[in-house]
């Protein structure tokens, strides 16, 4: 395949990130978040109890940085920290209620932009393109 194939494919990818994220922004700023608590938010959806060391590096965010993240989400009530036993400096972080129910609704709001882009697409259109979504997302998280 030529290159040029490869850079449409990106193209389309770039753009609909910047599409979702855009959605995702407007959702956030209501409530006075932005992307990168939104992504802290959803990485503890999936791995809650997370030291707060192990997100810094996943986010490539300095501790400071990470910390000061902490403080907006802890102020909104979204997470929690908890520290384990006598050692201080490991803290681990958690989702609310009030987090996982934020979280939970920003979600379906790109949920709903989904909906709307693909809802007069035949079954066929919609299984092509998840398992297309699949197996990209497969060998990109291999690679």
């Not at 006075?32 to 030291?51: A, C, E, G, K, V």
Request: proline share 2%.
């Amino acid at each position: 395949m030529d290159i040029n194939y490869f850079n449409r494919i990106e193209k389309i990818l770039r753009n609909i990130n910047h599409i979702m994220n855009v959605e995702l922004r407007r959702a956030a700023s209501r409530l006075d978040i932005n992307l990168t608590q939104f992504y802290i938010l959803t990485f503890l959806t999936s791995y809650p109890l997370s030291p707060i060391g192990e997100l810094s590096r996943k986010f490539e965010l300095s501790p400071s940085t990470m910390t000061a993240h902490m403080d907006i989400l802890e102020s909104k009530g979204f997470i929690v920290r908890i520290r384990e036993g006598d050692d201080r400096r490991v803290v681990k972080l958690d989702l609310t209620l009030e987090g996982k129910s934020f979280i939970n609704n920003l979600v379906e709001n790109r949920v709903e932009v989904l909906k709307k882009a693909l809802l007069n697409l035949d079954q066929q259109k919609h299984q092509d393109i998840e398992e297309v979504l699949s197996y990209l997302e497969g060998k990109l998280l291999a690679s």
